[in-house]
Every structure is written in structure tokens, then in C-alpha cells.
Nanobody
Framework: QVQLVESGGGLVQPGGSLRLSCAAA????????MGWYRQAPGKERELVAT?????????ADSVKGRFTISRDNARSTVTVYLQMNSLKPEDTAVYYC????????WGKGTLVTVSS
């Protein structure tokens, strides 16, 4: 069982920045794609951004130009990042990391709150 460990959430003012990280003890060659999703209170979980092993990226329209997904791998650890800039109150949600390696693995989520 692969565990995804997320970090970087917190409280930030509108216009601020945060960087989320998600690390897993897995070989990059086992992974087809990775991504970040979010779920706001009372709403369904939605895609934020994805990145493939080959570093092709895809973003939700609501975050294009503000968020950047990237990945890194060292030995048998894969880390996926989400750099979030120009944050808005509507970005407030629990952010979940997902990695697909045949099966899907999900993190437990990290809370991002954008508020003044």
C-alpha cells in the first residue's frame, strides 16, 4: 500500500501564495499520472491540476495562470507540488493529492483557507 503524505496547507490572505507538497515512496516509472483535487464545503471534489510522468500538465480553468503543478523524483520517492499564487477566497477547500500507478492512491487532504 502506497501512502501519500501531503503538507503545506494553511491560512493565507487573499492574493497570497502557498505551496502544497505530496510525497510517496514509489518509483516514478510505476506512475502514469498525478494530480491535485479539491473539495470545498458543500461541493463535490473537483480536479485542480494534473501532471503526467512525462510532465504534461492540465489545469482547471479556474486556476489557470495562478497555479502551477510540478513533480520531482529522487531514488524511490516521488513528490508532486502545487504552487498556488494570487489565492482567492473561493480557493478555500481541502486539497487532495492523487497518484495513479495501476490503481489510484489518494492522500488524506490538507486544508487551504483563504481569508482576510
Amino acid at each position: 500500500q502506497v501512502q501519500l503524505v501531503e503538507s503545506g496547507g494553511g491560512l493565507v490572505q487573499p492574493g497570497g501564495s502557498l505551496r502544497l507538497s505530496c510525497a510517496a515512496a514509489i518509483s516514478i516509472f510505476s506512475i502514469s499520472d498525478m494530480g491535485w483535487y479539491r473539495q470545498a464545503p458543500g461541493k463535490e471534489r473537483e480536479l485542480v491540476a494534473t501532471i503526467t510522468r512525462g510532465r504534461s500538465t492540465n489545469y482547471a480553468d479556474s486556476v489557470k495562470g495562478r497555479f502551477t503543478i510540478s513533480r520531482d523524483n529522487a531514488r524511490s520517492t516521488v513528490t508532486v507540488y502545487l504552487q498556488m499564487n494570487s489565492l482567492k477566497p473561493e480557493d478555500t477547500a481541502v486539497y487532495y493529492c492523487r497518484m495513479k500507478a495501476g490503481v489510484e492512491y489518494w492522500g488524506k487532504g490538507t486544508l487551504v483557507t483563504v481569508s482576510s
